[in-house]
């Protein structure tokens, strides 16, 4: 049970943490993990000081389960106390975009974009999280794009058998034909590349047009609720 009100003295545990430093990110992973129950009996501002810097840690050195594990409580934590800032940060933003980020890296595309669409919804004008949406999009590659991506592996296989004709056949019997066969293969394999190139830019543009017009949709809503609570002042 978190204890509440004001508090006037740091507990030992809260000072030896303190003596950790947090940017010792693997040393304060295991502090708490070592001392997790007593932790869970201080003062919740103290309390709040570990956990936070141990999910930050978590995140840092890379342990996306755990931190999926423990970022929702951290959020709770972060909507529970009077003061947004933590740190001079948004620390609600902060945790979910990590969350997203954890997401992402697990391959969870689908709930690392719902995150973010969220956290657009809120903070419309945030370049990171427009730019990172952009990215969570393009890694869930869609079919035409799996299609391209084979049209041009089996092109480049044909420009790779021209190629051994032209040295081991057509170089050593038909040597007045090399210039046409030499074409033949250049022309192959610049086909590949089309292939290739056009089914990644396709994508690349529509996921771009998706999120800019989503964006777009949440800075107006965001302008019209400005305006409404103007009018509501007046």
């Known amino acids: ?19 950790i430093g947090l940017k010792k990110y693997r040393k304060v992973i295991l502090f708490y993990e070592e001392h997790e ?8 501002d103290e309390y709040f000081e570990l956990f936070i810097s141990y999910i930050n840690a978590l995140f840092e050195v890379g342990e996306h389960q ?51 669409e969220e956290l657009i919804k809120i903070q419309p004008w945030n370049d990171h999280t427009i730019m990172f949406l952009k990215k969570c999009n393009r890694a869930k590659k869609p079919r035409y794009v799996m299609d391209c991506i084979a049209a041009g592996v089996f092109i480049f296989i044909i420009t790779a058998i021209i190629i051994a004709i032209e040295v081991f056949f057509i170089r050593q019997y038909f040597d007045e034909h090399t210039s046409m066969i030499s074409a033949a293969r250049n022309a192959m ?14 994508h690349f543009w529509k996921t771009h ?9 949440q800075r107006k809503r965001k302008r019209q609720l400005k305006r409404e609570k103007v009018k509501q002042w007046q």
């Open 37 to 44: 129950i007593q932790i869970m009996a201080l003062h919740f």
């Open 1 to 19: 049970m978190l204890k509440n009100g004001p508090y006037l003295f740091q507990s030992e545990l809260y000072v030896k943490f303190l003596g």
């Open 66 to 116: 755990k931190f999926l594990l423990n970022v929702d409580e951290g959020i709770e934590l972060s909507i529970a106390r009077p003061v947004h800032l933590y740190r001079g940060e948004d620390l609600y933003h902060k945790l979910l975009f990590r969350k997203a980020a954890c997401l992402y890296h697990q391959m969870r595309y689908a709930e690392a974009r719902y995150i973010l």
């Open 189 to 202: 394999f610049l086909l590949g590349v089309v292939v290739l190139a056009s089914g990644q830019s396709i």
């Open 209 to 217: 047009k998706v999120v800019e017009n989503f964006v777009a949709k």
